[in-house]
C-alpha cells in the first residue's frame, strides 16, 4: 500500500472529529494490524472503489471515546452504546471518509465510498479479501481510544 | 431501490455458481429483509460506490451449500469452514459482483466495487448505515440454501 493514502485519513479523521467535538486529537504511529478482529466496541466500515484501487477504512471506538464524541455530538449524554451510537459511527465513517475523498481527489485519486457497516462488540472476526497488509493507527482523546485501519489493493481494470 | 438493479446480481449469482461449481441454482422470490443480522454461517459482503449510487452487495451461506460449493470448486471434500473456504466466498463476492458490475455497465451505471468482507457466524448483528430497504433473495441448490442481500441509495455528488 502506497502509505501517502493513509495521511488524508489521518488528517480527515483529526479534522473531522476535532470539528464536531470540540476535541483535542492526537495521532500516533501507524502500524501493521494483526489480527483480523475489531479493535473496540463499535466499529464502522466503508469499502472504498475506484477504477484502479479497492481498499476499506475502519474506525474502531472504545466505549469512553465513542460515548464523549457522541455526547457531544448531540449535546446530549449517551451512557451506553445504543442504536443512536452505533447510527452515529456510520454517520462519522462516512464524513471522515468524505473527507479524506476530497484530499485524494486532489492528489489525482478519484474514488468513492460505499455504505458504511457498523459492528458491534470487540474481538469480533472480519476476514478482508486482500493479501494487502492493513495499517492501524491509533488515536487518543483524553476520553479514550480509537483506531483508524486501512488497506488499499491496486487492481486491473477490468 | 431502483428493482432492476437487482437482476443482474440474481442473474450473475446463477451463472457464476452454475459454471463454477456444475450445480442447479434456482432463485425464489426477492423479499424485503427484516433483521440486521447474517443470515448464513458465511457471509461475503462488498461495497458498491458510484458517482451516483453506494451500497453493498452480500452473499450468506448455510454449512452445507458453501461446504459443496467449495468442495466443487477445488475439487476436494471441505467438511468445514476453515480458513479457505472463507476465502473461497470472498473470491465468490468478487466474481460475482465483477459479473454483475459489467451487466450494470451496459446499462448505464458505471461502479466499482470494494474489497470483501467474510464474517463467520449465524446471526451477526450488522448495521448498515442507511435508510434504504435491504432486498433479500434466496436460492437453492441441491444441497443447501443462501442468499445474496443487496441494497442501493442514490446519492448526490459531493
Redesign the interface.
Known sequence: MKTELLDPFIKATISVLTTMCQTEVTAGTPRTKEDLTTWGNVT????????TI???MAISFDNASILTIVSKMFMEEFTEVNNEV??AV??I??IIT?TA??ELSEMGLK???????????KG???????KAPILQVPFEIAAGKFVIEI?F?EQNI?
Do not use: W
Not at 46 to 51: E, K, N
Not at 111 to 121: E, F, K, Y
Open positions: 464502522g466500515i466503508i469499502g472504498i472503489a475506484s477504477d479497492t481498499g476499506s452505533i447510527d456510520g454517520e465513517t462516512n468524505g475523498k476530497r474514488c468513492n465510498m460505499s455504505t458504511p457497516l457498523m459492528l458491534v462488540g469480533v472476526l472480519v476476514n478482508q479479501h486482500t488497506t489493493t477490468s
